[in-house]
Structure formats: C-alpha cells, structure tokens
C-alpha cells in the first residue's frame, strides 16, 4: 500500500484536498470517486504524477514541472469544426483499437493536410511524451480545444475512459456542426436572392434607366408618377457632388452602418439586446430559441454523462452558451444548484426554457437519469429544429422570387409606361 496525496473537486465545486492510501493510482482514483469527489490531480507521495494516458485512459506519469510545455509561436491559428470533429473521431478509433495516445498522436500528424493542426498535434505530442497529461497540453491550444473540451478529456482521463469520452465529443461536434449547417442554409438562400435584387437594381439604375429619361426629355409629355420615382433614383444614384457617383456613397453607409452595429454587438449592453431581439423575432426566434435549448441539454447532458461535476459542467455550458439570454438563465440554475436546490426550479423561474424541457429535467432528476433525459431533450430539439429550418425554406423560396419579380417588374414598368402611353397618343393622331 502507497499514500496518495490528492485534490479533488466535492459536489458543490469547492476544492478538497488529502491523503489516501491505495494499492494503486486507479485504485486511489475510485475511492475518491466512491466518495464523490471528482479528482483534479493526483500523485504517489515523493513522486509527481498527473492525470492519465492514452490507451484506455490508465494513469500516466508527469514530469517534474508538472504543466505542459508552452505552444510554439508559430501556433495559434484556428480551424474549422468540421477539421477538429474529424481529428476527434479518428483519435477515439485509434485509442479505441489499443493504440497508446502519443503513437495514436504521432499517426495522425502524418497524415493531416491542415498545417495549423499538423502543428498543433505535432506540439501536443511533444507536451505528452515530456510527461503532461493530455489535458494540460490541450489547455495550451485554447483557440482550437475550448472548455468543453479540455474539461471532458480531463473527466475521462481520470476516470480511465478516455476514447469513451473522445466518441462523446465527435458525435456532440458532429451533431453541433449539423445543427448549425442547417441554420446557416436557410439564410443562405434569402441573402444571395436579395443580393441579386440589389446587384439587378444598381445595374439598371446606372446604365439601363438613364438612357430611356434621355429618350423622354425630349418629348412633352407628363410622365407617370412611378416613373418620375425611378427616373429620380437614377439620377440621384448618378449625381457626383462629391466626385464619385452617390451610389458609391449608399454602399459606403451601408457598409459603416454594418460595422458599427458589430462594434455594438460587442458590448455587454448591446449583446444582450441583440440576442434578446433574436429570441423575440417573429419566425427565426422561435428558431433560435430550439437551437439554443438544444445545444443547453446536448452539451450540459454530455459533460455530465462523461465525469464532470454539475457545478463545473453548468460553468462550461454557461461559457458555451452562444446566447447571453441563456447565459445568465445557466448562471442562476448555477447558483441554486450552488445552494442544494434542484435543477427545476430556476429553470421554471428564469422563463426561457419551455415546458417540455423542465417537465423532463424534472423526471431525469427524479430517476436518476439526468444526462441520458438531457440528451433525449437535446434529440427532440434537433428536429424541432430541423422541420422548421425545412418549413422556413419551403416558404422564403417563393417569397424572395416574387420580391425579386417586384422589384424588376417595378422599374420595367416605370420605363414601358411612358413609351406605351406615346406609342398610344401617336396612333391616335
């Protein structure tokens, strides 16, 4: 038998520290864990170890400095979901197959075509075969392996399930990225149609408009009123008071207008009115209301599910949020939780989340079966999302072709009804 000196995380998030004696690191591990602790380091008295290895998540020694080695300057960049998603799933494959982390590590760096994250592998498998844990070395790509991540490879290390909890985080990613490409597509189309109406409208202004005005300046007759509109808009488009044509102008306050409600965006106060306008819209609220209750119970269902405490899980999914409404519904279930209180009641008090989800909360808690009723919710919320996003589409494809056909239609029209209305009078004389 060894002593193990240990610190460990109790129920309520505070950090405990101690002495135990145990057979074994592992052994010292489950005997924290029988206790209820979620263990943060542990190391056999005059030695220095930390956290766990790659096959199968057992134990591994640190080295004497016990940090993982900085990232090289020349790291730093991002990438996309989609890249990291992929590096996760092929990493659980590999530690799954009885591959050991630093070999699974090195394999993979080969054959990666990104350079960011060749470098970043290739730097993570440096800080691992110098002794870090695989936790500690994510911690140091903060761009690349956010909270979620780091803290659920933290939870499986020390709980010897490390490529359980690498499945987890591909398929969470996965469904994530999913999720989201769906969001992203039915906007896509509504943008690209209002970019066309705009780019079809600038055209005949500047180049279509003002030679039917010079074909009618020479006749006497009234033009009709949406003529005189669009003949207007022509001419002010054309105008030059300042050197360059004012159509240049509109497309300069529209593009500092962008720009400064970005900057608004990012302040505290115009965050929280921006994503509160989001949830309150009259379709697309209803949208991102779904898809933010659903990354809430798919992420918050995959920590727990994985190890993590449920006042450090709620931190993370606070952090993880995308939503400053949601946000702070998140910090006020954390601290009731914090106060022994169940999960129910500030989620009813708060008022975002719907009925179904604190109904199904409240029988998760009941059984004992939180995460596994948290992802069920999370399920359900995906297609909820899903047929929306579908039903959203189907209706904006006919209504964006006729606003195209109107706003075309408009300016024939204004150019034709002079030219129809003398073709008329003159056969009339």
């Not at 039917?212 to 033009?223: G, H, I, N, V, Y």
């Amino acid at each position: 038998m060894a002593n193990f000196q240990y610190s460990a995380l109790d129920p309520k998030g505070e950090q405990t520290t101690g002495v135990l004696s145990a057979a074994s690191e592992a052994e010292a591990i489950q005997q924290l864990r029988a206790k209820g602790l979620y263990p943060t380091q542990i190391s056999e008295e005059g030695k220095v170890k930390g956290g766990a290895k790659g096959a199968k998540g057992k134990a591994k020694a640190a080295s004497a400095k016990g940090k993982a080695k900085p990232a090289k300057s020349n790291l730093g960049g991002r990438i996309k979901p989609k890249n990291l998603m992929i590096f996760t799933r092929q990493l659980a494959t590999l530690i799954d197959s009885g591959l050991p982390l630093l070999r699974s590590l090195t394999v993979l760096e080969k054959q990666e075509p990104n350079p960011v994250l060749r470098a970043t592998i290739s730097a993570l498998a440096e800080n691992v075969q110098g002794g870090s844990t695989f936790s500690e070395s994510l911690a140091q790509h903060p761009k690349i392996f956010n909270k979620l991540y780091v803290n659920m490879v933290k939870a499986g290390e020390l709980g010897g399930v490390l490529e359980v909890v690498l499945n987890r985080l591909a398929e969470y990613q996965e469904k994530a990225q999913k999720l989201k490409n769906k969001i992203v597509s039915a906007m896509v189309y509504p943008v690209i149609v209002m970019f066309i109406a705009v780019a079809i409208l600038v055209f005949l202004m500047i180049f279509i408009v003002p030679k039917f005005k010079e074909m009618f300046s020479s006749t006497d007759s009234d033009l009709p009123l949406i003529s005189k509109i669009v003949f207007g808009m022509s001419e002010f488009f054309l105008a030059t008071p300042l050197f360059v044509p004012n159509v240049v102008f509109v497309f300069i306050v529209f593009g500092l207008g962008a720009f400064l409600f970005n900057l608004w965006g990012g302040t505290p106060g115009g965050r929280q009115k921006i994503d509160t306008m989001k949830l309150k819209m009259p379709i697309l609220g209803d949208i991102q209301r779904k898809s933010a209750v659903s990354r809430f119970s798919r992420t918050l269902g995959t920590l727990v599910t994985s190890g993590v405490p449920i006042l450090q899980a709620l931190n993370i999914t606070r952090d993880t949020a995308g939503n400053v409404i949601i946000s702070r519904a998140i910090e006020k279930v954390h601290e009731a939780v914090k106060e022994g209180e169940t999960i129910v009641i500030p989620l009813q008090a708060c008022g975002v989340f719907p009925n179904m989800v604190i109904s199904m909360v409240d029988v998760g808690e009941e059984t004992g079966q939180l995460p596994e009723m948290l992802l069920k919710v999370a399920d359900v919320y995906d297609d909820e999302v899903d047929n929306a996003v579908t039903a959203l589409t189907s209706i904006l494809e006919p209504i964006m072709i006729v606003i195209l056909a109107l706003i075309v239609g408009a300016v024939v029209f204004a150019l034709f009804l002079p030219l129809i209305k003398m073709i008329s009078t003159m056969g009339n004389q």
